[in-house]
């Protein structure tokens, strides 16, 4: 079974300043790595992903994250947070060895606050 | 390009009434999945097509059927709504059903069933 676990409900950080949402995961096999935002009333958006290959991976709008596999965490990071950052930010994990269901599993969610 | 539209946003049923859910996508993606997004829960996997033809169940399946009308459709059915089912639907696609291929999400359907 895979599961992931994004353990602050909450983050704020002052506007400049970087910022860390984290998110662990456990899979039986290779993890696949995905971070998503999704502003009020609306879909989610697709961030960034980690297949394989460079433990630091980069995405939209100046996001990043690093996979590390002996602490089995995917954290987002940014150098210099923005208030148009503040959203709820999900991470979520396949298992990349397959079987059962195709979708994501989801963590629950991390609201980021960014204040002026 | 749309990507993923979603019918109705917003929907308010009693319980024991039925609906159905439409989801539409244009970039020719071959599999297609329902969630559901409660707070402080996340998104759970409801069904799953990974192609044309096929839908599996996901995570939550009970109370809810599927139809993959053709490549592009994928509909969600209650058939007899519960106050439980309260909640917003995400409707999402990806190209193939491999494992590194991101989803794209559409809008959401807000319903209520009092």
């Known amino acids: 079974a895979q599961s992931v676990a994004q353990p602050e409900d909450q983050v704020n950080v002052a506007e400049g300043n970087p910022l860390t949402v984290k998110c662990t995961y456990s899979v039986s096999g290779n993890p696949y790595l995905f971070w998503y935002v999704q502003y009020p009333n609306r879909g989610l958006q697709f961030l960034l992903k980690?297949?394989?290959?460079?433990?630091l991976v980069k995405g939209s709008y100046g996001f990043e994250a690093e996979f590390n596999k002996s602490q089995t965490s995917f954290h987002l990071k940014k150098p210099s947070a923005l208030v148009s950052d503040s959203a709820l930010y999900f991470c979520?994990?396949?298992?990349?060895?397959?079987?059962?269901?195709?979708?994501?599993?989801f963590g629950k969610g991390t609201h980021l606050i960014i204040q002026p | 390009n749309a990507g993923v539209t979603q019918t109705p946003k917003f929907q308010v049923l009693k319980t024991g009434q039925s609906m159905t859910l439409q989801c539409a996508q244009d970039?020719?993606?071959?599999?297609m999945y329902w969630y559901r997004q409660d707070p402080g829960m996340g998104l759970r996997l409801i069904y799953y097509?990974?192609?044309?033809?096929?839908?599996d169940k996901g995570e939550v399946p009970n109370g809810y059927n599927v139809s993959r009308l053709n490549k592009r459709e994928f509909s969600l059915r209650l058939e007899s709504a519960a106050p439980s089912q309260t909640s917003v639907y995400f409707c999402a696609s990806s190209e193939h059903r491999n494992s590194y291929n991101e989803q794209f999400f559409g809008p959401g359907t807000r319903l209520t069933v009092l």
């Open positions: 980690y297949i394989t290959g460079d433990n």
């Open positions: 970039m020719n993606h071959n599999s």
């Open positions: 979520a994990v396949r298992d990349g060895a397959g079987g059962g269901a195709d979708g994501l599993t």
């Open positions: 097509s990974a192609s044309e033809g096929t839908t």
